[in-house]
Nanobody, 123 residues
């Protein structure tokens, strides 16, 4: 069982930056793909970003490309999501997911989830 805990959410103004962190309990953290998803009110949860075991490969949904950066520190069992140029539509609960898989359809799915951290972007 992998436990993940997100932190770093908050209320920020449009155009600003915020960094989310996700700490995982798994000792084999470096063997897991990690990622971030988000869910806005009234919407389904959507994929945001994923990162390979070594951190060499990263994947993003189109709406955050060029603005968000996912990274990881395997020595600290932590994955980060650096968010820049935040927009109102980025407001959501952000979830960290561990042990991601990608289906043939291109959809990402995680096996272990955190409780989420709220990000609110104001005008």
């Amino acid at each position: 069982q992998v436990q993940v805990v997100e932190s770093g959410g908050g209320l920020v103004q449009a155009g600003s930056s915020l960094r989310l962190s996700c700490a995982a309990s798994e000792r084999t953290f470096s063997s897991l793909y990690m990622g971030w998803f988000r869910q806005a009110p009234g919407k389904e949860r959507e994929f945001v970003a994923a990162i390979s075991r070594s951190g060499v490969m990263t994947y993003y949904t189109d709406s955050v490309k060029g603005r968000f950066t996912i990274s990881r520190d395997n020595a600290k069992n932590t994955v980060y999501l650096q968010m820049s140029s935040l927009k109102l539509e980025d407001s959501a609960v952000y979830y960290c997911a561990a042990d991601l898989s990608r289906f043939a359809t291109g959809e990402w799915q995680g096996n272990y989830w955190g409780q989420g951290t709220q990000v609110t972007v104001s005008s």
